[in-house]
């Protein structure tokens, strides 16, 4: 049975005809092609489908879409308007952090979450952030240095704007 | 499933009564339970419209709290910072995503949740509702009933806890965040006017949820400095109910449990063998020519790679992201049962369901239907015989997903089961069930020199092992998949993540009967594949897909589809003995290796070859006698994974290493020392090996590491004990004498002015990219702007090689070094001819051609221009073909080129729970010039964790031919917390001055001893060394403890 849900996916309006039960992260890969969110594993344990659900980091795959009826989802590639995220993927970006590059959707919308919500986070906020998002190819240091790099970034701006 | 959203708590409890009716909150704990096999209910009730469902409040006599109040918000709660033990308990579950889902409330009617033992001990009570009932119980009463559909948590009620002198909580699981509980446990006692007025333990997590009231009624009562820890810990142990499982056993969970208890409440640690002596470390003067990696310290030489904006917004198209209109989706039927004769595939029913479009069996292959990089014994669809759980049966091809699905629950197999073989050493055994006609043994190798009986005879230390690897899974974050379509000139194009673009093409034209050059693969950008999509995975089913249908098809593996068809790296059990005179010198090796190959062969020949060449790592050992045998089993599939074999030869060759050091004398620094293969001596299989050999600059440069000077033996708080460990590193390069291993490379001007660099490479996230740009720019002496990568098509790139075996560094180098020249010799010319003037007056710069004297630099045509000024079938180009420097030894496979390594590890072994953390890595390396600084600390570093996982939590487990670590829960990969808290990584890039191999690969290196050296710090700390991979908890509780 499809039921119609509407939610607004990247600040615009989006209604699907959907299964209750189907996943968020199914539909924005298989229905609405918007493909930056990667499904790494379905069972919200590696973080590739992090997305904001009114402001806080939500794995897709755990979303059914009963769920996110009248919420607000911002996925990467929403991030775009967003001042935290410009800092965080700044930083990721001057560290190298990511290598395949397949999980850095996931991390950047947790540490745009993270940036938003703490001012300047330290290495071990910045570490307990990230538990639930699993990266292959770095050993996480690469991120972590990115993500305090975008701290940094965050910082200097503020300082320059007083 | 449909849902129903009750706005009254009397309407909800209206809805539900009966087993086909399940509340909901977040849903995030019954969504894994549906993974796990729990029948989703017909009707979900959902409680978010409800009113006051959520929310802490102080409330007479306690702290009252709804049960949709999520555990973030737990988390932040102010009146939860007063219950230490809750707030452990909430910051332990689960990651901070999921926390933002789930519920208290959630937490508890799931009944295994990590915040029932804390609320246990907190005397937790629950307002629970019935139609027209109100009722408050404990929580521990309600928990002895079973799941009743009607009745529904309206709070929770934490009683405001009598002055709480002492109270712990611990959850112990498989890493060191987001991991499953192997057990949780929970204390407090109150004491009052000296007396401990209650005790209360509660265990749960892995274990049934319950209170310790015998354990609690013999603390009670009792002064708290009177109480005997160690009776208590034994009545602990017997008090506790818990299973065992693949994981862990009960044992251990009773134990680990009481430790943490005795600890948390008495401060009482368990009794601890006599630590080892360790020798004071003689500091040596390290290497003033390693240089440090990383953003500030490489300076100039940090570049941004040019895939990282792209990667970094989610703007870079993967192979499975690709959507188009007409595209079908595509499915594979895999094998029910581990080993079967295949009677009959009945598809009729399946292609007649609306919305299929094609389905595929072994009917539809034209060509040879078998593959495998080595031998091809594996089919592309099977026919008569199913060996492993993952064999591809037929597929499908449909509208959608769901179509897709239900086309396979369709297709009938009639099959006659078969009994299975899951151990390799009985599947050697004689009257064992074969699992291919020619038997089990897929291979047998030997080598042998001088007289290892005789040398043994007269040895003066002789140390003998088993060394035991797991089945490590790639873990590549995108699973196998990709698209194919089949083109308007009839090509047939097969686009999935690969690590041999060339090599796909011929398996495939073998499998199809179609000629290569109608076959065109692309197996870029790829999210990761560490050896694990080296061989073929969904291209057969592709291409068959889309060649039936007409259509193009795309298809991604689910993780639990992945992780069983997938290859993973071959379980070995590796028995060493290892003989020294009494003065250290290595006198003797003896090595017998059995292996598991799983179903196929694919690469793992070639992974128990190299392990064998690899039998005496860096060391002269002048007698040698070795074995090894690889095992057809029904246990899934194995083949090429990162270090390919060395890296599990080198824990065990390592470890006997620190094991004679330590039975002889010398410290094993010195005891290396006096063993390392001498400089322009043969290799050890007798072939002639490539100059720059470095392994005395990496022994001094490890002895002269900072870790050996950082805290060790027991931690300040006692509960620790740390160790520092080493390995050496020794790894081939290439693929060796025996099999074809060409290189090659385009470099061309295109028509937009950009010079193209091809390279039938795969860019897998090593940074193949940046490592092409980079150097194909210094060897022209353009810019990194001017270079366009491009990698990983069999349409727009040559053939390179495979992207394994650390072998594609020297391939770019090569390249670079013989058509760079040529190219920019050749845009000089056309330049000069363009502009009137002597080629021998201009050079490349940056943008294009300058006067070769310009201070100024003034481009005097960019190259832009040029492209502009011929036509685009005369743009200039540049190519080179050359087969891989091998060596000349062709007897067995031997390499040329090495590449070098020391490894230090500090670790923290922990006296309550016996896990391992790995405190720092230091990783010192000598590869030659590197090609490009983050690409280099960026495969060290991440090789580094993935060794760590290799060694501390990973196996893929499986019983009787089936997986039980199904994804990323219980295959447990290292997270955040994990990693080290430092690693340091150096390269020594000097060659010597007649090597002409330049720089080698370094893919492999950083992994290849991080596991000798995690054991040898094991060791330090506790004296024993490991013999299994990953390292047991158990296995270190059981050592540690005993006569004090």
């Not at chain 2, 390499?895 to 072994?909: E, H, K, Q, Y």
Request: proline share 5%.
């Amino acid at each position: 049975m499809k039921t119609a849900i509407a939610f607004t996916l990247n600040r615009k309006a989006c209604t699907v005809d959907v299964a209750a039960t189907d996943r968020l992260i199914d539909v924005l890969r298989e229905r609405l092609a918007t493909t930056a969110s990667k499904k790494a594993c379905g069972i919200g344990r590696c973080g590739a489908c992090m997305v904001l659900m009114n402001g806080l980091p939500t794995n897709a795959c755990l979303l059914m879409m009963w769920q996110v009826d009248g919420a607000e989802i911002i996925t990467s590639e929403g991030l775009v308007e967003d001042a935290e995220a410009a800092y965080v993927r700044q930083g990721l970006i001057e560290e190298n952090a990511f290598q395949c590059g397949y999980c850095a959707p996931g991390f950047t919308v947790t540490l745009t979450a993270l940036l938003s919500a703490t001012k300047a986070p330290t290495e071990a906020e910045i570490r307990m952030a990230l538990e639930g998002n699993l990266c292959r190819c770095t050993g996480y240091h690469s991120i972590v240095r990115g993500a305090l790099r975008a701290v940094e970034l965050k910082g200097q701006a503020a300082a320059a704007s007083k | 499933m449909e849902v129903l959203h009750p706005t009254t708590i009397e309407e909800a409890l209206w809805y539900s009564g009966d087993e086909e009716t399940y509340f909901v909150a977040g849903g995030t704990l019954m969504q894994l339970d549906w993974v796990m096999g729990l029948r989703p209910a017909r009707w979900l009730i959902s409680l978010n419209r409800l009113p006051a469902m959520q929310g802490v409040e102080m409330v007479a006599g306690g702290i009252r709290i709804g049960p949709l109040t999520t555990l973030s918000m737990l988390e932040r709660c102010p009146e939860i910072a007063g219950l230490p033990l809750l707030l452990a308990a909430v910051q332990v579950t689960a990651s901070p995503a999921v926390r933002n889902r789930g519920t208290i409330g959630g937490n508890i009617a799931g009944r295994r949740g990590c915040l029932i033992p804390a609320l246990l001990a907190l005397d937790a009570q629950l307002e629970v509702a019935r139609t027209g009932v109100r009722q408050r119980v404990s929580l521990f009463d309600w928990l002895q009933t079973a799941r009743e559909p009607g009745c529904l948590v309206e709070a929770v009620f934490i009683p405001s806890p009598k002055p709480i002198a002492r109270s712990t909580y611990r959850k112990i699981g498989y890493r060191a965040a987001f991991t499953p509980a192997v057990i949780d446990v929970a204390g407090l006692i109150s004491v009052d006017a000296g007396r401990i007025v209650h005790c209360r333990l509660a265990v749960g997590g892995g274990v049934a949820a319950a209170r310790l009231y015998e354990v609690e009624a013999k603390v009670a009562g009792q002064s708290l400095d009177d109480i005997d820890w160690s009776d208590i810990h034994g009545e602990i142990v017997e008090a506790i109910k818990a299973p065992t499982d693949y994981f862990r056993s009960g044992r251990y969970r009773r134990v680990a449990a009481a430790n943490a208890l005795v600890y948390g409440l008495g401060e009482v640690l368990p009794k601890l063998n006599e630590l080892p002596k360790r020798r004071p470390h003689q500091r040596r003067p390290g290497l003033s020519d390693e240089i440090v990696l990383g953003r500030r310290a490489s300076g100039k030489d940090w570049h941004v790679r040019p895939d990282a904006p792209a990667k970094v917004a989610g703007r870079l198209t993967y192979l499975t992201d690709v959507r188009e209109k007409e595209m079908l989706v595509g499915r594979i039927l895999r094998s029910p049962v581990p080993h079967a004769r295949l009677i009959d595939i009945d598809t009729t029913q399946a292609e007649q369901l609306p919305g299929i479009v094609g389905v595929v069996t072994h009917r539809d292959i034209k060509g040879t239907n078998g593959f495998g990089i080595v031998v091809q014994d594996q089919p592309a669809m099977c026919l008569d015989k199913v060996r492993y759980i993952g064999d591809a049966v037929a597929a499908v091809a449909a509208i959608d997903q769901e179509t897709a699905a239900r086309a396979l629950s369709l297709i009938k197999l009639t099959y006659e089961e078969l009994p299975i073989v899951d151990d390799p050493e009985r599947a050697l055994s004689c009257g064992a069930e074969a699992v291919h006609a020619k038997g089990n043994l897929q291979c047998e190798i030997h080598f042998s020199r001088g007289n290892a009986a005789a040398a043994f005879a007269g040895a003066a230390h002789v140390v003998e092992a088993t060394y035991v690897t797991p089945r490590q899974m790639h873990s590549f974050m995108e699973t196998e998949g990709g698209y194919a379509f089949v083109d308007e000139d009839g090509t047939l194009n097969v686009c999935a993540g690969g690590q041999h673009g060339r090599r796909d093409q011929m398996q495939l034209s073998r499998l199809l009967g179609i000629p290569e050059e109608r076959i065109r693969v692309v197996s870029s950008p790829t999210g990761g594949a560490f050896g694990g999509k080296d061989e073929l995975t969904v291209q057969p089913a592709l291409a068959l897909l889309a060649l039936k249908t007409g259509r193009p098809v795309r298809m991604q593996l689910e993780r639990m589809e992945s992780v069983v068809a997938g290859t993973k790296s071959s379980p070995m059990r590796i028995r060493m003995r290892t003989a020294c005179d009494d003065q250290g010198r290595l006198l003797a090796q003896e090595v017998d290796l059995l292996a598991d190959a799983g179903a196929y062969a694919s690469l793992s020949p070639g992974v128990v070859e190299t392990a064998l060449e690899h039998a005496c790592g860096p060391y002269e050992v002048p007698n040698v006698q070795t074995r090894a045998r690889l095992a057809y089993t029904n246990n899934g599939t194995c083949g090429a994974l990162r270090g390919f074999g060395c890296n599990q030869m080198s824990y065990a060759l390592e470890c006997q290493i620190d094991r004679l050091a330590s039975a002889c004398g010398p410290d094993s620094l010195e005891f290396r020392a006096r063993n390392l293969r001498k400089p322009g001596t043969v290799g050890y299989l007798g072939q002639a090996v490539a100059p720059t050999e470095r392994l005395k600059e990496m022994l001094d440069a490890a002895a002269a590491d900072p870790i050996w000077d950082l805290p060790s033996g027991l931690s300040a708080d006692g509960t620790e004990i740390l160790g520092v460990g080493m390995g050496m590193n020794y790894q081939g390069n290439g693929l060796g004498t025996l099999p074809p291993d060409p290189g090659g490379g385009e470099l061309r001007l295109a028509v937009d002015g950009v010079i193209e660099a091809a390279f039938g490479l795969d860019e897998i996230g090593q940074g193949l990219q940046a490592a092409i740009r980079n150097t194909v720019a210094r060897e022209m002496g353009c810019g990194h702007a001017d270079i366009r990568p491009v990698t990983g098509d069999t349409a727009t790139s040559p053939e390179s090689g495979s992207t394994t075996a650390s072998r594609g560094t020297f391939v770019v180098w090569r390249v670079a070094r013989d058509a760079g020249p040529a190219l920019a010799a050749e845009l000089v010319a056309i330049a000069a001819r363009l502009l009137g003037r002597d080629p021998d007056s201009l050079t490349i710069a940056p943008g294009g051609v300058v006067e070769r004297t310009s201070n100024s630099g003034d481009l005097l045509m960019t190259f832009a221009d040029i492209a502009k000024s011929v036509s685009p079938q005369d743009l200039p180009r540049a190519a080179t073909a050359f087969e891989f420097p091998k060596s000349d030894y062709f007897e067995g496979n031997a390499r040329l080129i090495f590449a070098f390594g020391a490894t230090l590890a500090r670790v923290a072994v922990n006296r309550i729970t016996g896990a391992v953390r790995v405190l720092d890595i230091s990783q010192h390396t000598a590869a030659g010039p590197v090609l490009d600084h983050a690409a280099y600390l960026g495969q060290i570093e991440g090789a580094s964790v993935q060794g760590v996982g290799f060694t501390l939590t990973e196996d893929a487990l499986l019983n009787r031919g089936l997986y039980v670590t199904e994804n990323f829960d219980f295959y447990v990969i290292p997270s955040v917390q994990d990693a080290p808290q430092s690693m340091s990584v150096f390269a020594l890039e000097s060659l010597d001055r007649e090597d002409a191999f330049g720089p080698r690969g370094i893919g492999e290196l950083g992994i290849g001893a991080i596991t000798p050296a995690i054991a040898n710090a094991v060791a330090d700390a506790t004296g024993r060394w490991p013999e299994q991979v990953p390292i047991n908890p158990e296995w270190v509780l059981s050592h540690l403890a005993g006569v004090s």
